[in-house]
């Protein structure tokens, strides 16, 4: 998703109403010391401490050396009659006896402001913690950040919307109304804490929904990190949802348990007790045929729950639905106007970026003028053209044929500044065919993130060679199922292996790109290493037990009988804990490789297209830069990579 500015000025923190769980609202005791706060333990000390070094002085100052008597004379009488009137043993016993009052009311009103947290409030509070920390990583740091390090983003007003959603007989819409706008710089978190979290943002492609809805989800986890009563915001793709087409709540503990690594009964707590505050992206990229029905089922979610929810979605796709969405306003993202648009180049050539062929195109051309309305577009179409001659941009066409140009611009403009290696057999047109596949590939599946450690059969291009594929596998693990039989059953050991091969046992232990499948080697590795070892001294013991001992050779016997025991073993355990998965996964990997759809080294190639601003990398995950741009790729992946037009010529034509 190719992120564009949204006119979201910084503001000071405003808390609206939000849905919160009683048993979170907690303060922890290290928010207390950060705070200033010191325990009543310390206070005590530093007490003492300080009445020891006062009757230190006290004794050291009873004899005051004659060269100090006149500049220290006052000082000197004072701390005597100190000495003389609150040393003695009646004020030092009134003192302790007022300390021995006051002390423990301060204990216990300390203890109320800041109470201790009990052992299921720490277990409740560590995992809120580690989820905050990785919608920050995954969304923040990975994609939102990121993107807008690439330079300014124009930026787009905000008008109400309440046509877009069903507000029932709470505020009736007129119909003919014009859309009021908001006050210029009005920031989507201001809108969202006046509704109370229910909002729909709208807007054409291009404009910046999903940068607003990342920057609220910026400023709610900065919110969140700071009082614990409010829900962990998590920034969820509703595109998967047409897959399985589940009641909302139960789709989201999946979608937690795979794009978040959280543990299925954390996530579900979660999602039962409204802890959440959800940011829903990409109803547009719904299959349409499920897209009502999706809208459905956040209806269905919202009569049932009272946590924020947040929808983004294209204006068009949603005013085709037949149902609305029951939320409490709708805002749309308004295009640039060409006062804007000029200001905008302006600031660009200010910053010294040679723009004159693009400024002269605009001048002449108002069709181009209402295709670069789009912020994504015309920043595209700025990078892509900077310091280049344009004659591309007066070709005639359509407009998504005028659009396709611009998009095949930009790519080889990527490619020209960045290029690739050609020692190690990666070419612009290769990368190009790779990326098509693979836009292509998360059409079909109805994804917007691409998981390396995710790819299945199904993702080999002709169902041959996922039948090719899926009998060499079959094949495989049933060798080790036959060794493992040898040791205890032939026909269940090779059914066993036929059946844990075919399914495969994935870990869900994702912190980097295909970690999955290291996390399955490594524990499949240390199965196969323990199980081998433990049976194969078992293995020994009994032969050698069997044979008596008698000699070297039944020794000897024992010896190589109990090895081969032990590798059946071990290679038997390694697949079972692991192993099969691994090879599952390099099998599938090896297949796309042949068919030319992806490359061998594919983290390295998903690493080398974020560098050139085609792809982002969001926590394990990889997305494409827009879905305008993945639907460009996906539009042409059927035609041979020659006809794409992609190389650095593209920018000449």
């Known amino acids: 998703m190719w992120l564009v500015d949204d006119r979201q000025a910084p503001t000071t923190t405003v808390r609206g109403p939000s849905a919160t769980i009683p048993r979170m609202r907690i303060c922890t005791r290290q928010r207390a010391d950060e705070q200033g706060a010191a325990p009543p333990g310390r206070l005590l000390a530093l007490a003492a401490l300080l009445l020891t070094a006062a009757v230190t002085t006290l004794e050291l100052w009873a004899a005051t050396p004659g060269w100090l008597l006149p500049a220290r004379q006052r000082t000197v009488d004072a701390l005597h009659w100190t000495k003389e009137h609150w040393l003695s043993a009646t004020a030092i016993t009134t003192a302790t006896a007022v300390a021995g009052v006051l002390v423990p009311f301060l204990i216990r009103w300390l203890d109320r402001r800041h109470p201790k947290l009990t052992v299921e409030q720490q277990r409740l509070a560590q995992p809120r913690l580690v989820m905050l920390k990785r919608v920050r990583h995954k969304w923040i740091t990975g994609v939102l950040e990121a993107s807008l390090a690439q330079g300014e983003r124009l930026a787009c007003g905000l008008v109400r919307r309440p046509d877009a959603v069903d507000l029932g007989a709470r505020a009736p819409y007129r119909p003919g109304r014009p859309p009021r706008p908001f006050p210029e710089s009005t920031p989507i978190s201001q809108v969202f804490d006046q509704v109370g979290g229910g909002l729909l943002i709208l807007g054409t492609p291009g404009t910046g929904k999903t940068t607003a809805l990342l920057r609220l989800c910026g400023e709610l986890l900065d919110r969140a990190e700071h009082d614990p009563a409010l829900p962990i915001p998590v920034v969820v793709n509703l595109a998967p949802w047409a897959r399985e087409r589940r009641p909302l709540g139960a789709w989201l503990v999946d979608e937690l348990a795979d794009g978040y690594r959280v543990p299925r009964r954390i996530a579900r707590a979660w999602v039962e007790q409204d802890a959440l505050a959800l940011l829903l992206d990409g109803l547009d990229e719904v299959a349409a045929a499920h897209r009502a029905a999706c809208a459905e089922a956040v209806n269905a979610w919202r009569r049932e729950h009272v946590a924020p929810v947040v929808v983004c979605s294209r204006t068009q796709e949603l005013q085709a639905l037949g149902a609305r969405l029951q939320l409490e306003e709708a805002v749309e993202l308004q ?319």
């Open 335 to 653: 295009p640039p106007s060409d006062a804007e648009v000029g200001a905008y180049l302006g600031r660009l050539e200010a910053a010294g970026a040679p723009l004159a062929d693009l400024r002269a195109a605009l001048a002449s051309d108002q069709e181009l003028r209402e295709l670069l309305r789009s912020p994504l577009m015309l920043h595209t179409v700025a990078l892509a053209y900077q310091a280049h001659p344009a004659p591309a941009l007066h070709a005639p066409g359509t407009l998504a044929e005028r659009q396709a140009r611009l998009w095949a611009a930009y790519v080889a403009r990527m490619f020209e500044q960045r290029p690739l290696d050609p020692d190690r057999g990666a070419t612009a047109g290769k990368a190009l065919g790779w990326l098509a596949w693979l836009a292509r590939a998360l059409q079909d599946h109805n994804q917007s993130e691409f998981q390396l450690d995710r790819v299945d059969l199904d993702w080999l291009p002709t169902r041959t060679q996922q039948r090719l594929t899926r009998l060499t596998l079959g094949l495989a693990f049933g060798l080790p199922g036959l060794l493992a039989g040898l040791a205890g059953g032939l026909q269940l050991g090779l059914w066993v292996g036929l059946v844990s091969g075919l399914t495969g046992s994935m870990r869900d232990e994702r912190a980097r790109p295909n970690e999955g499948v290291r996390r399955s080697a490594q524990h499949g590795l240390l199965g196969g290493l323990l199980a081998g070892l433990a049976l194969g001294t078992i293995s020994w013991l009994a032969y050698a037990t069997g044979a008596g001992l008698a000699g070297g050779l039944g020794a000897g016997l024992a010896g190589s009988r109990g090895l081969l025991a032990g590798l059946r073993a071990g290679l038997a355990f390694a697949l079972v804990f692991g192993g099969d998965a691994w090879v599952y996964h390099y099998a599938v990997r090896a297949a796309l490789s042949r068919a030319n759809a992806a490359p061998w080294r594919y983290g390295a190639f998903l690493e080398a297209m974020a560098e050139r601003l085609l792809l982002h990398r969001s926590g394990s995950a990889y997305l494409f830069a827009h879905q305008l741009l993945r639907d460009y790729l996906a539009d042409r992946s059927a035609r041979p990579t020659a006809e794409l037009g992609f190389d650095a010529g593209e920018l000449s034509r």
